[in-house]
C-alpha cells in the first residue's frame, strides 16, 4: 500500500506479509493462522525529519486459536510495545495488557471496569445539562408513550 507522492520504496509506502502454511521464517510455518495478517512495515526510513524519529512502526500480530488478535508487538527507533488482549471462552475480550515503550505505563483495561464506569456514569452521576439528573433519570422523565404514525395519503 502506498501513500500519495509515494516512491514505493519510502516511508509513506507499506509492505504487508500473511502468514503462510509452509516454509521457514516468522510468518511461515503457521497453518492455523494461514492468511492472517502477520506484519506491517514501512518499505523505508523516513527522511527529511529533522530530530523526529526516522521509523515509523513495525507491527506483528500473532492470535489465539480462534484467530483473534491475542499479542501484537510494534517496534520502531529500538522500543518495543507489546499489547496483549485476554478472550474469555465466549471470545469475548476480558483484558488488555500494554507493556514496554515510552512514558508511563497504561492500566490494565477490563470490560468489567469500563461496564462499572459505564454504570455509574448512567446511573448515578449528575448532569448539569440534564436538570440535574442522571442520563437514565433523565430518559425515563422525558419518554413519552409509543406514537403510531397515520399512513399518509
Known amino acids: 500500500m502506498t501513500q500519495p507522492k509515494s ?6 509506502a507499506t509492505v504487508t506479509t500473511y502468514y ?3 516454509g521457514t521464517g516468522a510468518c511461515n510455518g503457521r497453518p492455523e493462522w494461514a492468511g492472517l495478517l502477520c506484519s506491517t512495515a514501512p518499505a523505508g526510513a523516513i527522511t527529511g525529519g529533522a530530530s523526529n ?3 515509523r512502526p513495525t507491527t506483528t500480530t500473532e492470535y489465539d486459536r480462534y484467530g483473534n488478535p491475542s499479542k501484537i508487538t510494534e517496534t520502531a527507533n529500538g522500543i518495543t510495545r507489546t499489547t496483549t488482549n485476554t478472550y474469555d471462552a465466549a471470545e469475548r475480550k476480558t ?22 464506569w459505564l454504570h455509574r456514569y448512567n446511573t448515578r452521576r449528575r448532569h448539569s445539562r440534564l436538570g440535574q439528573r442522571s442520563p437514565m433519570a433523565y430518559e425515563t422523565a422525558t419518554r413519552t408513550a409509543s406514537t403510531t404514525l397515520t399512513p399518509a395519503a
Open 20 to 22: 503462510a502454511a509452509t
Open 53 to 55: 524519529p526516522d521509523q
Open 7 to 12: 516512491t514505493g520504496s519510502d516511508a509513506a
Open 95 to 116: 483484558a488488555t495488557t500494554l507493556t514496554g515503550g515510552a512514558g508511563t505505563a497504561v492500566p490494565d483495561s477490563t470490560r468489567l471496569e469500563a461496564f462499572g
